[in-house]
């Protein structure tokens, strides 16, 4: 198999060791006796009999959900316009919480490697936990309510925006820190004039970016009664009112369609 080039593009063609060959056959043997494993830990746990009747089930579904029933429309501006506040307050709330962190975790600013091992820890934390976990957490604590959901999306930020912009301050041009560094610049200085300026368009991208992932995350935290359109999802689910689902489906589409464009839109401008 050719492993290099030679300065013409040329590949040299270099022939495998028969030791190479028996572990490359090892690797697929292995490969698919676990996932033949995988497969039967699966069957056995599958309840093939509702399988084989998913496609009645789901077509009986389907038509409990037409027509929808638009008149419900009048009832879901309000959890709507909840849900919007907490995908854009949570993101806010956990952009300014992640700002610090990223430049605590990034390598060329941390000021000490104990205080970027603290941050990087709880970058991992708030990536590691689900934000509908969080919510479940938080309405324990808080109650039900929008403030549960608006604290459990930025403690979910948090790990998404710290992670990407830390990523981008080390990536910065060192050239324009060091030449501010070499005029007797202050650390904050440095901060200011040599270190923002390349990671601003990066992180306003990443902010918007977020708040569009965030949008789809607060329409299911009301499941857990954190507040927002998920309320109304949850009740019309244990009512069988599937003819009001599908309008409750049909709002969070449109909803996150048009959070995407706007998404999208902001961050061509930005970048």
Known sequence: MPVSTTPQGTPIWRLRTTRAQWLGYLAW???IS???LCWKVISDNTMWVFVEDAGRQGSDL???M???QWSYAERLWKPMWDTLNIATLGTLLGIAMAFPVAFLAARNTSPHPLVRSA???VIVSSRSINSLIWAMLLVT???PGVLAGIIAIALRS???VGKLLYEAIEEIHPTPVEAISATGASRMQVLNYGVLPQVLPAFAGISVYRWDINIRESTVLGLVGAGGIGLQLNAAINSLAWNQV???FLMIFATVLASEWISARVRHAII
């Open 141 to 143: 604590i808080l109650g």
């Open 29 to 31: 043997l292995g490969g």
């Open 66 to 68: 037409l027509p929808p």
């Open 34 to 36: 676990l996932f033949l």
């Open 246 to 248: 599908s309008v409750i």
């Open 158 to 160: 948090i790990g998404f």
């Open 62 to 64: 389907i038509s409990r």
């Open 119 to 121: 941050a990087l820890v």
